[in-house]
């Protein structure tokens, strides 16, 4: 059974500042692995999706990296701001025979950027 | 590009009642999931369909249940109501080629009284 955990639960960093997300899942047979935010009562904003054959994806100041042998994935936001304070979450989908829609979800990183 | 669109956005009920929440999938995606998140259990997945079939099914009793219109969009409905099915029901749509990218909608916002 995949377990997905994100420590630490919680991060208060300093405007400016780069910082670091962390991402584990047991199982390593995975197609690919995706970020998420989530703002508070809302639903969840797709930020990255990392194939099982990359190993790094960037968009904008995110960059994700994936090493599926040691099951981690990192994401890395660069030159933090206030817009950046939501909730982290990272999903793994799990293999079925048809597809793999079926997400099993990290518990999530709530990160607060200080002004 | 409209995202997923999901109504209604806030609903209260009593124990015992039904209720029907109803989602408008990324137009050309075929596939729609549906996933429970409450402060205790976090996200989990309900089920989810793909060409009007269910593919797959989550571990949830069979109060919960779901169907997809030949147009995507899918509904799901949960009969006698409890208490801890209060919780923020979200629903995503991914064009269903099984490596694909999930799209979620902003949820229904469900509160059992």
């Known amino acids: 059974k995949q377990e997905v955990t994100q420590i630490p639960a919680a991060l208060s960093v300093p405007e400016g500042e780069n910082l670091v997300l962390n991402c584990s899942f047991t199982?390593?047979?995975?197609?690919?692995l995706q970020w998420f935010r989530q703002d508070p009562g809302k639903g969840l904003t797709s930020l990255l999706l990392?194939?099982?054959?990359?190993r790094e994806q960037t968009s904008g100041r995110l960059n994700a990296s994936l090493d599926k042998s040691s099951g981690r994935s990192t994401l890395y936001i660069a030159a933090s701001q206030p817009g950046d304070s939501a909730t982290y979450l990272c999903?793994?989908?799990?293999?079925?025979?048809?597809?793999?829609?079926?997400?099993?979800f990290g518990t999530g990183t709530r990160l607060t950027i200080i002004p | 590009k409209a995202g997923v669109t999901q109504t209604p956005r806030y609903l209260i009920k009593t124990r015992g009642q039904q209720v029907t929440l109803s989602c408008s999938p990324i137009?050309?995606?075929?596939?729609v999931s549906w996933y429970q998140q409450t402060p205790g259990q976090g996200l989990q997945f309900l089920f989810e369909?793909?060409?009007?079939?269910?593919?797959n099914k989550g571990n949830f009793p069979g109060r919960f249940s779901g169907r997809q219109f030949s147009n995507s969009r899918s509904e799901m409905n949960v009969s006698t109501l409890e208490l801890g099915d209060s919780a923020l029901y979200l629903c995503a749509s991914s064009l269903g080629g099984g490596s694909g990218e999930l799209f979620f909608g902003e949820g229904s916002r469900l509160t059992v009284l």
């Open positions: 999903a793994v989908p799990r293999f079925t025979n048809f597809g793999n829609e079926k997400l099993t």
């Open positions: 199982d390593s047979a995975i197609y690919n």
């Open positions: 369909y793909f060409s009007e079939t269910q593919r």
């Open positions: 990392i194939q099982s054959s990359q």
């Open positions: 137009s050309g995606h075929r596939s």
